[in-house]
């Protein structure tokens, strides 16, 4: 039930740019900040991105963020095999009370 | 360093409870929310609600208020999540995230419990 949407799957080569889009709508993306996680193969989700475009310390600068009205994108350039993992963007929903949402994830896969 | 330790794997029969435990270390507490997500097998993220370290005030996903009760013990800065009337569907890793405290809403989430599994199973 997510109301936040990915596409299921992005690939590259390494070294290749992926960028990986988020779709809401005027309740979620449209009025709130995006936040990304990366969650690599059984382990918790890593904050990679908050606040559309910010990256906390210890993140490379090869993974950006945008945002345009409803809509978000994450962008990785120089990809990496490490970067194999699965992208989920966040965000705060004013509808229903309020609730925090996640994207449907995308798994990126490096060639 | 600042860690979030979650209690271990629990298997419950359906209309059983649960109650998952989150202790925080390496931060102060009461500067910050705890939310509690979770993952069934395969499938994505799912909030589930979120408590004030401060308060102890709660905000809860519509799609849980009834069944979900988040505590908070400042003493042990611990949280606590408990969830009845569990149901098959209900299998997953649960995981306690910190977040800033904005008392009506949650943003992002900087630090993430290594999750707990909850098996739901007759």
């Known amino acids: 039930q997510s109301v936040l949407t990915q596409p299921p799957s992005a690939s590259g080569t390494p070294g290749q740019r992926v960028t990986i889009s988020c779709s809401g709508s005027s309740s979620n993306i449209g009025s709130n900040s995006v936040n990304w996680y990366q969650q690599l193969p059984g382990t918790a989700p890593k904050l990679l991105i908050y606040i559309n475009s910010q990256r906390p310390s210890g993140v490379p600068d090869r993974f950006s963020g945008s945002k345009s009205g409803t809509s978000a994108s994450l962008a990785i350039s120089g990809l990496q095999s490490e970067d194999e993992a699965d992208y989920y963007c966040?965000?705060?929903?004013?509808?229903?009370?309020?609730?925090?949402?996640f994207g449907t994830g995308t798994k990126v896969t490096v060639l | 360093q600042v860690q979030l330790v979650q209690s271990g794997a629990e298997v419950k029969k359906p209309g059983a409870s649960v109650k998952v435990s989150c202790k925080a270390s390496g931060y102060m507490f009461t500067s910050y929310g705890i939310s509690w997500v979770r993952q069934a097998p395969g499938q994505g993220l799912e909030w589930m609600g979120w408590i004030s370290g401060y308060k102890g005030n709660t905000k809860y996903a519509q799609r849980f208020q009834g069944r979900v009760t988040m505590t908070t013990d400042t003493s042990t800065s611990t949280t606590y999540m408990e969830l009845r009337s569990l149901r098959s569907d209900d299998t997953a890793v649960y995981y306690c995230?910190?977040?800033?405290?904005?008392?009506?809403?949650?943003?992002?989430?900087?630090?993430w419990g290594h999750g707990t599994m909850v098996t739901v199973s007759s």
């Open positions: 995230a910190r977040g800033d405290d904005y008392g009506d809403h949650v943003e992002a989430f900087d630090i």
């Open positions: 966040a965000a705060w929903d004013d509808s229903l009370n309020g609730r925090y949402v």
